[in-house]
């Protein structure tokens, strides 16, 4: 382990019992209790197991967050390389009434984050293994692994399962933003929010693939979760998964490769005034509806010389060229100012479409604040009411030019065939079009401006949004009310909360979307 340097600065010091658990657990670590960490948590470890202080020099890699937008703050990290490693943290943090925090790829971004402030980081990303069993075609990865090291796996073995799929803004050169999925994501952390992505109109969410699960709980126990085993769990942890536990290792169902694994990718991009006619080709083929290997993504992003906003399309099929092409010959037909054409696999489409910047996105800097919800179809007037006040913000905001405004389309035959009340996600007949704003800057002086623009431009687009109440995916929710990720059906919160007081009772996961005891 690395604790050579933090034994020697800090001293040993025999076990000592703090504070006995509360039902909120937000006691922060002061010298003491650091020290503590050092001497009675190290000897708890595996020998592949780290213990990381501020002063450490790899303090920054191992704490480094996606976003500093509302984040919490550490004062010990620890890395786990096994299972008994995160139960030894659990049991040591809990007993000690000290915040804790387990991260794969460190992308989450709910406000409920920041009330973690000088606790415990559980930095998963050791324990990143996929091992795929090519009789069975389950795939068993780990909690710290990132959707990179799924895929490739995967991709190698002759298999796919349902991408996570997310928004990267543009860069400081002059190209519009890319789309495409998210090679730097934890792989666990964003499926149990439930796991939308290119390929679900053929292979359902990523939950939907999900078998098993190994949780470890607030009391410091490990269990299987599963149809099988801990059932009720397996339907809450499908969409609100973060309230239960830590997950450190999941089977997921993989399926054979459509087309060898090969994409057809075009990338186009419109000029300001073709607006309402990529709107209305938009609803044609969510009304057709769109086959079940096709993704189409509509950005609003800005050019980064002029700062003038952009419409950017990126069309991915899972299929043959000439298939995908029956779909992306309207596009043409609007005459776009580009249209390009390439054909990736799985391992390369991160680092290929759209000029590679989409893996370059992956860098852990700034500030990104986040609102979204869903639509059923585009409303033209709504959405260039949205595009001219995303231009009037850029100019005069220069410092939010990496921001997009993402609207995301993807199949939905496997999601909607899915049984609507076989999990805790509630939203597969509520999701035509996953809407997400993100404001990305590094002016941290901008939040409150920020913030305001960002949740009145949602806020517009709610009465226009074709559903009778307001969806969002847990993933990218916000602030909004708990029904609006976990579903209006009163049955769906009082089933949560009773898993919730079964599971965690101690409320010791409530960082992320929580569900009230």
């Known amino acids: 382990m690395f604790l050579k340097a933090a034994l020697a600065s800090l001293g ?11 039902i909120e657990g937000t006691t922060r670590l002061n010298s003491f209790e650091k020290r503590d960490v050092a001497s009675t948590l190290a000897t708890r470890l595996s020998r592949g197991a780290s213990i990381v202080f501020p002063q450490d020099a790899n303090w920054h890699h191992v704490t480094e967050r996606w976003t500093k937008y509302l984040a919490p ?27 804790f925090l387990a991260q794969g790829g460190r992308h989450g971004y709910a406000p409920e984050l920041q009330k973690i402030q000088n606790g415990i980081l559980i930095n998963m990303e050791q324990i990143n293994h996929v091992v795929v069993d090519n009789a069975t075609g389950i795939a068993t990865v780990g909690g710290g692994t990132v959707y990179e090291q799924v895929i490739n796996a995967t991709y190698a073995a002759g298999r796919e399962m349902s991408r996570l799929y997310c928004a990267w803004q543009g860069t400081t050169i002059n190209l519009p933003p890319a789309v495409g999925s998210c090679p730097c994501v934890g792989a666990l952390g964003a499926t149990l929010g439930g796991g939308h992505g290119r390929l679900q109109g053929l292979h359902g969410m990523s939950i939907d693939s999900i078998r098993r699960l190994r949780v470890v709980l607030a009391n410091g126990k490990a269990i299987n979760v599963s149809q099988h085993e801990n059932a009720d769990l397996f339907w809450g942890i499908r969409g609100a998964g973060q309230n239960y536990g830590i997950v450190v290792e999941a089977d997921f169902q993989t399926a054979p490769q459509v087309s060898h694994g090969l994409l ?15 709107l209305e080709l938009m609803n044609q083929q969510i009304r057709a509806p769109l086959p079940p290997g096709l993704a189409v993504n509509l950005v609003f992003g800005a050019n980064t010389t002029t700062l003038k906003p952009v419409i950017f399309i990126n069309f991915v099929y899972a299929g043959s060229q000439s298939d995908g092409q029956r ?12 249209f390009v054409e390439n054909i990736y696999n799985w391992s390369e489409l991160s680092f290929k479409t759209a000029g590679g910047l989409i893996a370059a996105q992956c860098l852990k800097y700034g500030y990104k604040n986040t609102y979204s919800l869903n639509l059923a179809t585009f409303d033209s007037t709504t959405m260039r009411s949205v595009y001219t006040s995303w231009g009037n913000f850029l100019g005069a905001h220069p410092n939010v030019n990496a921001s997009t405004l993402l609207f995301e389309v993807f199949g939905q035959q496997a999601v909607r065939s899915a049984p609507d009340k076989g999990s805790a996600f509630p939203n597969r007949m509520f999701s035509n079009i996953l809407v997400v704003l993100t404001s990305w800057y590094t002016d941290p002086s901008l939040s409150q401006t920020v913030d305001s623009w960002t949740s009145s431009i949602r806020a517009q687009m709610i009465p226009t949004s074709g559903y009778d109440q307001l969806h969002v995916y847990q993933n990218y929710a916000h602030s909004e009310p708990l029904q609006a990720f976990y579903g209006y059906e009163p049955w769906r919160l009082n089933r949560l909360r009773k898993l919730k007081k079964k599971y965690d009772p101690l409320n010791a996961f409530s960082a992320y979307h929580p569900i009230p005891l």
């Open 12 to 22: 040993l010091l025999a076990a000592t019992s703090l504070a006995a658990p509360s």
């Open 73 to 99: 703050s550490f004062q010990v990290a620890v890395e786990p390389a096994v299972e008994a490693d995160v139960v030894a943290i659990v049991k040591y943090a809990v007993a000690r009434n000290i915040s």
């Open 264 to 278: 057809y990718d075009v990338e186009m991009q419109f000029v300001d005034e073709q607006l309402e006619q990529v």
């Open 327 to 338: 779909w992306s010959a309207p596009w043409k037909q609007l005459g776009p100012v580009t």
